[in-house]
């Protein structure tokens, strides 16, 4: 059954794929699934056909029949769930595949999003330039930790 996600009609990246419906369409890609995109409005998402879908007015979304999930983390292990190639087959590594999800949902992006909003919405407070470096600084740790475990695995 095709799927439909959906995305920014007009990205602030201006589609270069920053935005977070590109880890699902990569995982679809990934798994030779075809989907469709229908791409949002800024103004769509904050009203109640787009709320229905996603409580809190943002994309992506995915609907699959009268599936309809948010939150690119969770669709993204529903397609992995549903079709081979990207989670393991043996149950722990399976388990340690998903723990890497949510770390990367939880605890590596959290700190990056913070620096992106602290450039779009926070540039004109005064408090921005001294703020800057204590964000970058939580990132360089963050991905100091990150690459010290991945050392040179895959
Ligand atoms: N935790 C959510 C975050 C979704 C999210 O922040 N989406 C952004 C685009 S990448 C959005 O819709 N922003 C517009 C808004 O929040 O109004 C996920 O991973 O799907």
């Known amino acids: 059954m095709t799927s439909t996600i959906t995305a920014f009609e ?3 990246d201006r589609g270069r794929g920053l935005a977070r419906d590109m880890r699902v369409r990569w995982a679809l890609e990934e798994v030779g699934q075809p989907y469709d995109v229908r791409l949002v409005a800024f103004s769509e998402m904050k009203k109640p056909a787009h709320r229905a879908l996603h409580p809190f007015g943002q994309i992506p979304t995915y609907e699959e ?3 309809a999930l948010f939150e690119s983390g969770s669709i993204v292990l529903h397609i992995a769930e549903r079709h081979a190639g ?3 087959d043996d149950a722990n590594a399976r388990a340690r595949a ?3 999800m949510f770390a990367a949902l939880g605890t ?3 700190p990056i ?3 992106e909003i602290a450039r779009l919405v926070e540039r004109d407070k005064t408090w921005f330039e001294q703020r800057l470096p204590l ?3 939580r990132i360089r740790n963050r991905l100091g930790e990150l690459s010290a475990r991945l050392g040179n695995a895959d």
Do not use: Y
Request: proline share 14%; glycine share 4%.
């Open 10 to 12: 007009s990205s602030p």
């Open 65 to 67: 029949g009268d599936l």
């Open 86 to 88: 990207l989670l393991p």
């Open 98 to 100: 998903i723990t890497w």
């Open 108 to 110: 590596v992006e959290p």
């Open 113 to 115: 999003v913070d620096l």
């Open 135 to 137: 964000v970058e600084d």
